[in-house]
Antibody
Framework: QVQLVQSGAEVKKPGASVKVSCKAS????????LSWVRQAPGQGPEWMGW?????????KYAEKFQGRVTMTTDTPTNTAYLELRSLRTDDTAVYYC????????????WGQGTLVTVSS | DIVMTQSPDSLAVSLGERATINCKSS????????????LAWYQQKPGQPPKLLIY???SRESGVPDRFTGSGSGTDFTLTISSLQAEDVAVYYC?????????FGQGTKVEIK
C-alpha cells in the first residue's frame, strides 16, 4: 500500500534552518510528483511547492517561499526533502508531503505530518 | 493566484440530516479542452492529514461513502453530505488544481447539532 512516512518533530530557533524528510513506499517513486503543504495551528493548508520525482527533480515553489525553500529528492531511497531556511516564529506549523495523483494535481496520499516549532 | 472562499465557516447538523458546504473560486476552474473542473474536496479530522474525498469536482475517491457528493462547475461548487454520520465530524476543504499555486479554501467545520 502507498505510504509516505515523514521525519519527526523539530524545534528550531528563529533564523535557523530545518530539513524534513518524506520516505515513499508502495508505488513507483518516479511516477508521481510530490508537494509540500503546511498547516499553521487552526489554519487551512498552504501549498509550498512541488517537485517532480521524474524530471530530474524539476521544482515549482510558491512565490511566498522563493529564496527560502529547497525541495529535493533522493531516488535510490525514494525520499523527498524539504529545507526551509531563515525560520521565523510564524513558520511554526505541521508540514506535510502529499503525492500527486498520476497525471493530475490533486493530492491522493499524504504523510502523517511533521510539527516544526520555531521559538526563541 | 486563484482565491478559494468557502461558506459557511462552520455548521451544525443533526445526525441523519443533510450538510451542504459551498466553495467559490475567484477564477473559473473549468478547462474546456478536457471538459473538467479542476476542484477537489478533502476531509480533515483532528491530528490527521487531509483525506481526498472528491476530485474533478464530482468524482468520488475510492472507498468514500456515497453520502458524499460533489457538484458545481466554473466558479461555484458544493459538497453535500446527504445523511450526516458521527464519523463525518471534521473540517472540510476545497482545493483547486487548475494552475499553480494550488490553493485551498479556509475550511468549513462540520459538527453535530
Amino acid at each position: 500500500q502507498v505510504q509516505l512516512v515523514q521525519s519527526g518533530a523539530e524545534v528550531k530557533k528563529p533564523g535557523a534552518s530545518v530539513k524534513v524528510s518524506c520516505k515513499a513506499s508502495g508505488y513507483p517513486f518516479s511516477s508521481h510528483g510530490l508537494s509540500w503543504v503546511r498547516q499553521a495551528p487552526g489554519q487551512g493548508p498552504e501549498w509550498m511547492g512541488w517537485i517532480s520525482a521524474y524530471y530530474n527533480g524539476s521544482t515549482k515553489y510558491a512565490e511566498k517561499f522563493q529564496g527560502r525553500v529547497t525541495m529535493t529528492t533522493d531516488t535510490p531511497t525514494n525520499t523527498a526533502y524539504l529545507e526551509l531556511r531563515s525560520l521565523r516564529t510564524d513558520d511554526t506549523a505541521v508540514y506535510y508531503c502529499a503525492r500527486h495523483r498520476y497525471g493530475a494535481n490533486m493530492f491522493d496520499y499524504w504523510g502523517q505530518g511533521t510539527l516544526v516549532t520555531v521559538s526563541s | 493566484d486563484i482565491v478559494m472562499t468557502q461558506s459557511p465557516d462552520s455548521l451544525a447538523v443533526s445526525l441523519g440530516e443533510r450538510a451542504t458546504i459551498n466553495c467559490k473560486s475567484s477564477l473559473s476552474l473549468f478547462y474546456s479542452s478536457d471538459n473538467r473542473n479542476y476542484l477537489a474536496w478533502y476531509q480533515q479530522k483532528p491530528g490527521q492529514p487531509p483525506k481526498l474525498l472528491i476530485y474533478w469536482a464530482s468524482s468520488r475517491e475510492s472507498g468514500v461513502p456515497d453520502r458524499f457528493t460533489g457538484s458545481g462547475s466554473g466558479t461555484d461548487f458544493t459538497l453535500t453530505i446527504s445523511s450526516l454520520q458521527a464519523e463525518d465530524v471534521a473540517v472540510y476543504y476545497c482545493q483547486h488544481y487548475y494552475n499553480a499555486p494550488w490553493t485551498f479554501g479556509q475550511g468549513t467545520k462540520v459538527e453535530i447539532k
